[in-house]
């Protein structure tokens, strides 16, 4: 399968911490994508980042990727509650050349007020 | 900007029966997806559309899912028929171009077979 992982499935932090999740994917990649869904909602892009970057900033989202170890990371600063919800994120595949996205698990994060 | 609109929400039912999605991306949005997201895993993409053509359907159950976009705008998703499995959110996506960019989603539609 080409869909990735995230890491944790769950996170549980205080309000003002920051919440780091990682991915991890299977194959070469023309860039890779973070989204965001809250409960009972379709999915918000948050960033992509090209495979010839390394690290993004948008807000308090840092985004990191590293196609050697196929893995990415999404870091959010200062967390708020209302950044409660779930992370996915999307490659697509060099390999296909479809430019379809293969998402992730998703991470469960709730930020506790 | 207008948002993906998708219909209904929600829909209830039974096993066997048939049902339909609607869809409505963005205004100039020439690609559009459909994916199902079962409960606690991330979207599955079942059919992408450039225009009214087909780009990307390997992963769409052939004997029970049709999907068509007539006119390049709106789209269809039709389960006939519906098995307990089914049981998901379908989601509705459009992008600018196949170029692996950002995609706008839609709220989905909640389906439940009983």
């Known amino acids: 399968s080409q869909q990735g992982e995230e890491d944790p499935q769950a996170l549980s932090i205080q309000e003002g911490e920051n919440a780091t999740m990682n991915c991890s994917y299977k194959t070469s990649i023309n860039n890779l994508q973070w989204y965001r869904q809250n409960s009972g909602r379709g999915l918000v892009h948050l960033i992509l980042?090209?495979?010839?970057?390394r690290e993004k900033h948008s807000g308090r989202l840092r985004v990191t990727l590293d196609t050697s170890k196929k893995s990415s990371s999404l870091l959010i600063t200062a967390s708020r509650a209302a950044d409660t919800a779930s992370y996915f994120c999307?490659?697509?595949?060099?390999?296909?050349?479809?430019?379809?996205?293969?998402f992730g698990t998703g991470t469960r994060l709730t930020v506790i007020p | 900007e207008a948002g993906v609109a998708q219909s209904p929400r929600y829909k209830i039912i039974e096993k066997r029966q048939s049902v339909a999605f609607w869809c409505n991306p963005i205004?100039?949005?020439?690609?559009l997806y459909w994916y199902q997201q079962i409960l606690g895993q991330g979207p599955k993409l079942l059919i992408q559309f450039q225009n009214n053509g087909v780009v990307d359907d390997s992963q769409l159950p052939k004997d029970r899912f049709s999907a068509e976009r007539l006119k390049g705008v709106d789209s269809t998703l039709k389960i006939q028929p519906a098995k307990l499995e089914d049981s998901a959110v379908y989601l509705c996506a459009s992008s600018l171009d196949t170029g692996g960019g950002e995609q706008y989603f839609g709220p989905g539609t909640r389906l439940t077979v009983t």
């Open positions: 999307a490659t697509d595949s060099r390999e296909t050349g479809a430019n379809n996205l293969f």
């Open positions: 205004s100039g949005h020439a690609t």
């Open positions: 980042i090209r495979s010839n970057e």
